[in-house]
């Protein structure tokens, strides 16, 4: 029998299969724990207020419980996590108000964390961090998860493509729109 010691130090992709055997709440609360920070960094890039934040990340962790069976292992674990928590944030932001639009937004540290990883991104180099700011914000929430999970989370296309379950070129195809929409954003609203 395994010691809450030994459960502590599972890899990731063993503990969620030993949580969906056997429904254990205290093996999802290790999961929680190991999670829970980033998380909540990811719902208040959407969210910008704290209690929101807070409640998404709940939100994210009741969801995860329910859905953590639909975890294949096509992709690390934490990777999973991260496209989950997007979409959950995605889908928040898209079926709220108009209201509740305008106060989702990008933290500078967000712009600042971006990556600059091919010759087709040079453009992103000449953005003003303020108004690339708001250049975010214009854009649709899932142009802006594709974006965040490329060059904040550093997360490689392949990564990208198990975790939202779609083909490498359509990974491509998608950020290649997604960055095209933010150069017209930029340059026609922001200059």
Request: overall charge positive; glycine content about 2%; proline content about 1%.
């Amino acid at each position: 029998m395994k010691t809450l010691t030994d459960t502590n130090n599972l890899p990731d992709e063993d503990l969620v299969k030993a949580i969906v055997k056997t429904n254990n709440t205290v093996l999802f609360e290790i999961l929680y724990d190991r999670y829970a920070t980033l998380v909540f960094n990811k719902c208040f890039g959407f969210a910008k207020d704290a209690d929101e934040a807070k409640d998404l990340t709940q939100d994210v962790f009741l969801k995860l419980f329910v859905k953590l069976a639909s975890f294949k292992g096509k992709s690390k674990f934490s990777t999973w996590l991260y496209a989950f928590t997007y979409n959950h944030c995605v889908n928040y932001v898209t079926r709220n108000t108009a209201k509740k639009f305008e106060k989702q937004s990008v933290d500078y540290k967000d712009i600042e964390n971006l990556s600059y990883h091919d010759e087709d991104d040079t453009s992103f180099l000449d953005m003003k961090v303020d108004k690339l700011k708001v250049a975010l914000e214009l854009i649709s929430p899932e142009e802006k998860m594709i974006l965040l999970l490329k060059y904040q989370d550093f997360l490689s296309i392949k990564d990208i493509g198990s975790a939202l379950e779609i083909g490498e070129s359509a990974v491509k195809m998608r950020i290649k729109r997604a960055k095209d929409k933010l150069k017209t954003v930029y340059t026609n609203n922001l200059k």
